[in-house]
């Protein structure tokens, strides 16, 4: 079956420093989103990706798709204590697809 | 605040009873999704109904059944329990299937 990876699952960082994630599927995907899960918290929706290459910005979080669509990355520029949490992404493989999430990579930023 | 709701929040039991967790999806959301989450597995999807009929299932155990009611909202209920099934359990709704989700605040089940 699908497989979406995300390697590693913990990675910490001092604040200020910049941080890239990666999120590889198996399988051709039709969309990726990305989640946040604050600790103690639930998986909160991110962003969704759709088309081959293409970049969005929220802030200081740039996503990007890849371009055979098989791959995804988060960039963090100048990590703050308000990005810790978890991120995972989610591949969807066509419409009204079901949803597989990676295992999730914990980020720790230390001030 | 997503907008899905989860009763219990938290819930002790023992080993080899029975348990009812119970969600109420966003307004308007026809799809509702179980998942299990456990330290060392992250997100395991249980369980999908769409507008009250079973859409997809998932790492599902046979313990496990799931239902959503002609109100959509949603029940997972939980037999046997075992230590390992101790875990958060979330539920989530999105208006159609590969639209994001919105998750609930989880139940926190811990079989003693």
């Known amino acids: 079956g699908q497989q979406v990876m995300q390697i590693p699952q913990y990675q910490h960082v001092q604040e200020g420093e910049d941080f890239t994630t990666y999120c590889n599927s198996s399988?051709?995907?039709?969309?990726i989103q990305w989640y946040k899960q604050r600790p103690g918290g639930h998986p909160v929706f991110l962003i969704q990706?759709?088309?081959?290459?293409e970049v969005k910005k929220q802030k200081r979080l740039t996503f990007q798709f890849g371009e055979a669509k098989k791959n995804s990355s988060l960039h963090i520029t100048a990590t703050q204590t308000t990005d810790v949490g978890t991120y995972f992404c989610?591949?969807?493989?066509?419409?009204?697809?079901?949803?597989?999430f990676g295992k999730g990579i914990t980020l720790s930023v230390r001030p | 605040d997503s907008g899905v709701t989860q009763t219990p929040k938290h819930l002790i039991t023992a080993t080899g009873q029975r348990v009812t967790l119970r969600c109420s999806p966003r307004?308007?959301?026809?799809?509702v999704y179980w998942y299990q989450q456990s330290l060392d597995q992250g997100l395991q999807f249980l369980i999908q109904?769409?507008?009250?009929?079973?859409?997809a299932k998932g790492n599902i155990l046979e313990r496990f059944s799931a239902q959503q009611f002609p109100d959509l909202h949603s029940e997972l209920n939980l037999s046997s329990l075992e230590l390992g099934d101790s875990a958060l359990y979330f539920c989530?709704?999105?208006?159609?299937?590969?639209?994001?989700?919105?998750f609930g605040s989880g139940t926190q089940l811990s079989v003693l």
């Open positions: 399988t051709t995907l039709s969309n």
């Open positions: 989530a709704s999105s208006v159609v299937d590969g639209e994001k989700l919105f």
């Open positions: 109904y769409y507008n009250g009929e079973e859409r």
């Open positions: 990706l759709v088309k081959s290459g």
């Open positions: 307004s308007g959301d026809l799809s």
């Open positions: 989610a591949g969807g493989t066509g419409a009204n697809s079901k949803l597989t």
